[in-house]
């Protein structure tokens, strides 16, 4: 008998899968039976109902004690330069229709 698996794997994904084992009913000298095993994964969206009527939700921070007049920091957990933001939100907003942005930290 088939059961199904699911479970969250990190923020904004969904894997599902079915745990099957080979069966030896039969007796001996019976030959197990081997079933495939399938596997989704697919994106979720990250911001499922805060500030839903905007386009893209961004928040900006001043901060006084930084090294660098803005620093973009990742919120989508897409980034290739995570924890700031490479601009990946762009492709996950689109693919979900999420509306999730960075979170922008200026120096005063």
């Known amino acids: 008998m088939a059961s199904l698996v699911s479970m969250a794997v990190g923020a904004g994904f969904s894997y599902g899968g079915l745990g099957l084992k080979p069966s030896r009913a039969g007796g001996a000298?019976?030959?197990?039976?081997?079933?495939?095993?399938?596997?989704?994964?697919?994106?979720?969206?990250i911001n499922p109902e805060i500030r839903k009527s905007?386009?893209?939700?961004?928040?900006?921070?001043?901060?006084?004690?930084?090294?660098?007049p803005l620093t973009a920091y990742?919120?989508?957990?897409?980034?290739?330069?995570f924890p700031l933001c490479d601009?990946?939100?762009?492709?996950?907003?689109?693919?979900?229709?999420?509306?999730?942005?960075?979170?922008?930290?200026k120096k005063q």
């Open 29 to 45: 000298g019976t030959q197990p039976r081997h079933r495939s095993a399938a596997v989704v994964v697919r994106a979720e969206a």
């Open 54 to 68: 905007e386009e893209k939700v961004v928040d900006s921070v001043v901060v006084t004690e930084l090294s660098k």
């Open 74 to 81: 990742c919120r989508c957990w897409r980034s290739g330069t």
């Open 87 to 105: 601009g990946s939100h762009v492709k996950h907003n689109k693919a979900t229709g999420d509306n999730v942005g960075p979170l922008l930290l």
